[in-house]
């Protein structure tokens, strides 16, 4: 697989690691990551809940645990280290401030526009920065924005399509057609790149229900720099979540995986379990809101507290939280570590690029 740059940072396996929270990326798995070449990935959602023992509120404990994070993946590994920051977080300012101060690599930043992005960069900041968009239409909006604004392009934009784990940048109705799909929107994207190369050369980053070989190749072909993959790392023995959270990942089937609707104010993608069927019932309202996490959420109207509900299930307590996943998440059927999931993913990829020849 060819390499390509961040900025200046050199991504030698074109794969970058999909933050995935609450809990379910951290340092353990980020720096694994890193340590074969890609880019490892923390979350910074719902960190405060992470670190309870330190002192302040909730929105302090993150901030000390998205430092706690850094310094710990730093430890262990000279790779490329980014963060994933929520736009919808109600704390998104502070965190990525603190991402920058610390310097993290690189900040990924989606569920929502970060419009004003550049503006936290100071003189002799490190980091890059890379929006998570679902259109054509967001990414250049974005570059505009941040050209005119700040004078400023982003270091490389990620595409997530409709398969992706998580929080979706599209309608209900969008999810399963044809003309979302991610093949579809990666030219799309690349196109709107391609208008600004001669300021700056952006990589795409195709995002979204890849977890083979042949997937990395296929986006590759149509001209991403490097992919994004999330449910793949989440079976491993370096995933920051619990073994019951993992095991989700081994025991579930096709059928298992729906889409849900999030208090974020987005659909998600998930597996099937206890708690969502206890949602629907309407038994998992919260009573009160000691976090208010995510800007959108107005917790009496919420049909459940979604950082709680991540939270538990990170830790294994799957009757009171769901597990979100890709549209292929189903498809694993072990724990392996990171380097074999590494090594396998590039032997798929030298077999195919190979019988090609």
Same mark, same amino acid.
């Given at each position: 697989?060819?390499?390509?740059?961040?900025?200046?940072?050199?991504?030698?396996?074109?794969?970058?690691?999909?933050?995935?929270?609450?809990?379910?990326?951290?340092?353990?798995?980020?720096?694994?990551?890193?340590?074969?070449?890609?880019?490892?990935?923390?979350?910074? &959602?719902?960190? @405060?809940?992470?670190?309870?023992?330190?002192?302040?509120?909730?929105?302090?404990?993150?901030?000390y645990g998205l430092r706690e994070e850094i310094r710990k993946a730093r430890e262990k590994t000279r790779g490329v280290v980014g963060i994933n920051i929520m736009v919808a977080i109600t704390n998104f300012?502070?965190?990525?401030?603190?991402?920058?101060?610390?310097?993290?690599?690189?900040?990924?930043?989606?569920?929502?526009?970060?419009?004003?992005?550049?503006?936290?960069?100071?003189?002799?900041s490190t980091t890059k920065l890379v929006p998570i968009v679902s259109s054509s239409r967001a990414a250049k909006l974005i570059c505009d924005k941040w050209s005119s604004n700040y004078n400023y392009l982003?270091?490389?934009?990620?595409?997530?399509?409709?398969?992706?784990? @998580?929080?979706?940048?599209?309608?209900?109705?969008?999810?399963?057609?044809?003309?979302?799909?991610?093949?579809?929107?990666?030219?799309?994207?690349?196109?709107?790149?391609?208008?600004?190369?001669?300021?700056?050369?952006?990589?795409?980053?195709?995002?979204?229900?890849?977890?083979?070989?042949?997937?990395?190749?296929?986006?590759? /072909?149509?001209?991403?720099? @490097?992919?994004?993959?999330?449910?793949?790392?989440?079976?491993?023995?370096?995933?920051? &979540?619990? #073994?019951?959270?993992?095991?989700? #990942?081994?025991?579930?089937?096709?059928? /298992?995986?729906?889409?849900?609707?999030?208090?974020?104010?987005?659909? @998600?993608?998930?597996?099937?379990?206890?708690?969502?069927?206890?949602?629907?019932?309407?038994?998992?309202?919260?009573?009160?809101?000691?976090?208010?996490?995510?800007?959108?959420?107005?917790?009496?109207?919420?049909? #459940?507290?979604?950082?709680?509900?991540? #939270?538990?299930?990170?830790?294994?307590?799957?009757?009171?939280?769901?597990?979100?996943?890709?549209?292929?998440?189903?498809?694993?059927?072990?724990?392996?570590?990171?380097?074999?999931?590494?090594?396998?993913?590039?032997?798929?990829y030298l077999q195919l690029t190979t019988d090609k020849l």
């Amino acid at each position: 697989m060819k390499s390509f740059f961040i900025g200046e940072y050199e991504i030698k396996i074109p794969i970058i690691q999909g933050g995935m929270g609450v809990g379910v990326s951290l340092n353990g798995l980020a720096a694994a990551v890193a340590n074969e070449g890609g880019v490892g990935v923390i979350s910074a &959602a719902g960190l @405060g809940l992470l670190y309870p023992k330190f002192r302040g509120d909730y929105l302090e404990k993150c901030i000390y645990g998205l430092r706690e994070e850094i310094r710990k993946a730093r430890e262990k590994t000279r790779g490329v280290v980014g963060i994933n920051i929520m736009v919808a977080i109600t704390n998104f300012a502070d965190m990525v401030k603190t991402a920058i101060e610390e310097r993290a690599d690189v900040i990924f930043a989606g569920a929502g526009l970060p419009l004003d992005l550049p503006s936290y960069l100071k003189r002799g900041s490190t980091t890059k920065l890379v929006p998570i968009v679902s259109s054509s239409r967001a990414a250049k909006l974005i570059c505009d924005k941040w050209s005119s604004n700040y004078n400023y392009l982003p270091d490389a934009i990620v595409v997530e399509g409709p398969k992706a784990g @998580g929080h979706l940048g599209f309608k209900p109705e969008q999810i399963e057609s044809s003309e979302f799909a991610l093949e579809r929107l990666i030219p799309q994207v690349l196109e709107v790149a391609q208008s600004y190369s001669h300021q700056k050369s952006i990589p795409v980053i195709a995002a979204g229900g890849i977890t083979s070989g042949a997937d990395i190749a296929r986006f590759l /072909d149509l001209g991403a720099a @490097g992919v994004q993959m999330g449910s793949v790392f989440v079976p491993t023995e370096e995933c920051d &979540a619990s #073994y019951n959270f993992k095991k989700v #990942y081994i025991d579930s089937n096709e059928s /298992d995986v729906k889409i849900i609707q999030s208090p974020v104010g987005l659909p @998600g993608r998930a597996f099937d379990g206890e708690f969502i069927r206890s949602v629907a019932e309407g038994r998992e309202r919260p009573r009160s809101c000691s976090f208010h996490c995510i800007k959108t959420c107005d917790y009496t109207k919420s049909p #459940y507290c979604i950082i709680k509900a991540l #939270y538990n299930a990170a830790k294994g307590n799957l009757k009171k939280g769901y597990v979100f996943a890709g549209g292929n998440a189903y498809l694993t059927d072990k724990i392996r570590s990171v380097k074999e999931v590494f090594e396998k993913l590039k032997s798929d990829y030298l077999q195919l690029t190979t019988d090609k020849l």
